[in-house]
T-cell receptor, first 115, second 112 residues
Framework: NAGVTQTPKFQVLKTGQSMTLQCAQD?????MSWYRQDPGMGLRLIHY???????DQGEVPNGYNVSRSTTEDFPLRLLSAAPSQTSVYFC??????????????FGPGTRLTVL | QQQVKQSPQSLIVQKGGIPIINCAYE??????FPWYQQFPGKGPALLIA?????SEKKEGRFTISFNKSAKQFSLHIMDSQPGDSATYFC???????????FGIGTKLQVIP
């Protein structure tokens, strides 16, 4: 099993550009999430999904879109990149236990810089 | 209600010391408390987890202590090594909650 994979590993964008961060998992986990990690801010939840076709907002959703058409994939779209979106982005998947989130399996991260 | 407060934010200990990281939660519905370890340039990975029906759990040199009445839990690293230098996150979930709430993280440095 590859676990959770993310592409690209690094990306530099100009302000106003759009892009999609890819995330895939091969563990058949129902739950998937996107986090951003900034110094002194911990892991902040952007969007999450509890199954194909179901997504919801997390703590910091503005400027990001998600969709979940399959169990395996959960792409994160930046609509119009801003310097405030410079961060490290992590995708995670989780097998729910009784409808509750459990252990998170994280991908290796995408380091994004917006100029 | 959903917060998990973690302290300290940074910690420096000498090799062999016992760093302790503390977390406190508010939501009494939480029933799963994992700790994650993150090395530079990598994603966080599950280190150890506890449920509130036990007061302590050990896995190797890592121990979680859990105080349900105080709504606090802590991570102890026995005989710490330079290879333990990493960022540690506590977390909490449960009660049908579909998200995991993370603490802010503690950057640990173990000096040889």
């Amino acid at each position: 099993n590859a676990g959770v994979t993310q592409t690209p590993k690094f990306q530099v964008l100009k302000t106003g550009q759009s892009m999609t961060l890819q995330c895939a998992q091969d563990m058949n986990h129902e739950y998937m999430s996107w986090y951003r990690q900034d110094p002194g801010m911990g892991l902040r939840l952007i969007h999450y999904s509890v199954g194909a076709g179901i997504t919801d907002q997390g703590e910091v959703p503005n400027g990001y879109n998600v969709s979940r058409s399959t169990t395996e994939d959960f792409p994160l779209r930046l609509l119009s990149a801003a310097p405030s979106q410079t961060s490290v982005y992590f995708c995670a998947s989780s097998p729910p236990v009784g409808g509750t989130a459990s252990v998170q399996f994280f991908g290796p991260g995408t380091r994004l810089t917006v100029l | 209600q959903q917060q998990v407060k973690q302290s300290p934010q940074s910690l420096i200990v000498q090799k062999g010391g016992i760093p302790i990281i503390n977390c406190a939660y508010e939501n009494t519905a939480f029933d799963y408390f994992p700790w994650y370890q993150q090395f530079p340039g990598k994603g966080p990975a599950l280190l150890i987890a506890i449920r509130p029906d036990v007061s302590e759990k050990k896995e190797g040199r890592f121990t979680i202590s859990f105080n349900k009445s105080a709504k606090q839990f802590s991570l102890h690293i026995m005989d710490s090594q330079p290879g333990d230098s990493a960022t540690y996150f506590c977390a909490a979930t449960g009660g049908g909650y579909q998200k995991v709430t993370f603490g802010i993280g503690t950057k640990l440095q173990v000096i040889p």
